[in-house]
């Protein structure tokens, strides 16, 4: 069973300047929570006991978020909500089980999860990623249960006019549900892509790609990219794509994050009502 996962959290997130100039893009609300909280949930619904931060600057509200505050908890404890008590309570883990490591320098997604090699030692560890919002069952869960070792990534088919903003797999036997992964390469351009299946940002890594990332070697934007390392672990352990459930947001894009918030709102009992009422009077 998975018991460690890792969230690379030390990105500027320049996409939604000015918002995020000291706000951590992680923070930024869909409904009534952060990104970052749709993301530990995910984890703590797939049996995640230990969560890993990989911070930079300018990050310390997200430890904060899942830190007690006392003032607001005397408060609301005065003030009788204790609906809301509930809700501040329940972010917080067990003691010794949120992590946090500083990723000095922003040089990819692979050098953030090597900056957690230390925390993780010699077990397959999860690796979420806060932009991808995923609506449905926890994704990193029907990937845990489906994995037998090796490394694992969440997968999906896109445009193929769109393979230049993903991680593409070359495909083996596929069934489906779960796709052999023969190859895999880092955003190429849509007539080089071996396939229209593509990674999104949940991953279980073995590991040996520790090992790999330590050489430092650069990819695609001049960074180290973890897509680069785990192509180098092909044909040395079992790797499988496994096409998840839910239905993903690209909330490190504007449009997405938009997206995100109607469709999340809409499966709101409480909202949805008035939300549909007033979309259907707004643009019809």
Avoid at 75 to 102: E, F, N, Q
Avoid at 148 to 153: D, I, L, T
Wanted: some cysteine; hydrophobic content about 40%; glycine content about 8%.
């Amino acid at each position: 069973m998975i018991k460690k996962a890792i969230f690379p959290v030390g990105g500027l997130g320049t996409r939604f300047l000015p918002a995020t100039k000291a706000l951590p893009k992680e923070m930024l609300p869909v409904v009534d929570k952060p990104l970052i909280q749709y993301a530990v949930e995910e984890a703590a619904e797939a049996g995640i006991e230990e969560f890993i931060f990989v911070t930079g600057r300018n990050k310390s509200a997200i430890e904060d978020h899942f830190d007690h505050s006392y003032e607001l908890e005397k408060t609301l404890i005065a003030k009788g909500k204790t609906d809301a008590l509930a809700v501040v309570h329940d972010m917080i883990h067990k003691p010794g089980s949120v992590s946090y490591v500083r990723q000095q320098d922003p040089a990819g997604l692979g050098h953030a999860v090597w900056c957690a090699r230390n925390m993780v030692h010699d077990e397959p560890v999860a690796i979420l990623l806060a932009d991808d919002l995923i609506l449905g069952h926890s994704c990193i869960a029907e990937m845990a249960a489906c994995y037998r070792g090796g490394n694992m990534v969440a997968a999906m088919n896109v445009p193929k006019d769109q393979t230049h903003a993903y991680g593409i797999i070359t495909p083996g036997a596929d069934d489906g549900k779960l796709v052999e992964v023969t190859g895999l390469v880092e955003k190429p351009k849509s007539e080089d892509a071996p396939s229209n299946i593509a990674v999104v940002g949940r991953y279980i890594i073995d590991p040996a790609v520790f090992q790999t990332l330590s050489t430092g070697e650069r990819g695609a934007g001049d960074e180290i990219q973890l897509t680069d390392a785990l192509a180098q672990q092909i044909g040395k352990s079992d790797f499988y794509g496994l096409r998840f459930s839910g239905e993903r947001f690209d909330c490190g894009s504007k449009l997405g994050f938009l997206q995100a918030n109607i469709a999340f709102a809409m499966a709101n009992e409480t909202l949805a009502p008035d939300l549909r009422s007033w979309i259907k009077d707004r643009f019809s």
